[in-house]
């Protein structure tokens, strides 16, 4: 097991010979001195820690700020907390930036269940984009995440992925930052504004 501090730094975490498992490594996180403003989430055992850039917390904001008009204050939005998704080792705990899971969704052993989430939303950072474009759009899609969107300030533009399929989206759009996604199609309902994102 490694940690990958913003494509910079690698750290063994697991001991030898023993397998790790979710709640173990984030045993082990908590007692890590984690820099303050950094992200830390589990994408194919690997942990990754990123940190939280101006542009990419404002962009998080326009979006939930968007659900909230949508769904009511009352809604199941979060940011940065953990969900664990399904792989075939599972060792996925994901932070998703954006995550809205359904009304009526309980948490299952202290955590909410994948199996409630109708949006992800990520926003790219240079260091793990790949894993946004790659491991996660695969486990969002086996999880059949309705809705999955990556905003990227640095394109300026969206991907807007819809009708998950085995480990895959049916649907891929892309949208460039200032003109609406439109995901009235798709169980959110809604039109969701890019005008605001802002680029880095």
Not at 12 to 21: N, Q, R
Request: proline residues 6%; aromatic residues 10%; negative net charge.
């Amino acid at each position: 097991m490694t940690i990958s501090l913003e494509r910079t730094e690698w750290i063994e975490m697991a001991e030898p010979g023993k397998k790790s498992t979710l709640d173990y490594l984030f045993e082990r996180l908590e007692r890590m001195p984690v820099p303050e403003g950094y992200k830390v989430e589990i994408v194919e055992g690997t942990v990754y820690m990123t940190p939280q850039r101006d542009v990419h917390w404002q962009t998080i904001r326009v979006i939930t700020r968007a659900l909230d008009d949508q769904f009511g204050l009352a809604s199941k939005v979060f940011s940065d907390v953990r969900i664990d998704f399904p792989s075939e080792d599972e060792d996925n705990a994901f932070c998703p930036d954006v995550a809205k899971l359904v009304d009526g969704a309980k948490k299952e052993n202290g955590r909410w269940r994948y199996q409630d989430v109708e949006l992800v939303a990520e926003v790219i950072s240079k260091g793990t984009g790949v894993n946004d474009y790659g491991p996660k759009k695969t486990a969002y899609a086996t999880a059949e995440v309705p809705v999955y969107i990556i905003a990227d300030p640095y394109l300026g533009r969206c991907r807007v992925f819809t009708n998950p399929k085995d480990d895959d989206y049916e649907n891929d759009v892309t949208v460039p930052y200032g003109e609406p996604i439109d995901l009235t199609d798709t169980i959110l309902g809604m039109t969701l504004s890019t005008e605001d994102f802002p680029r880095d």
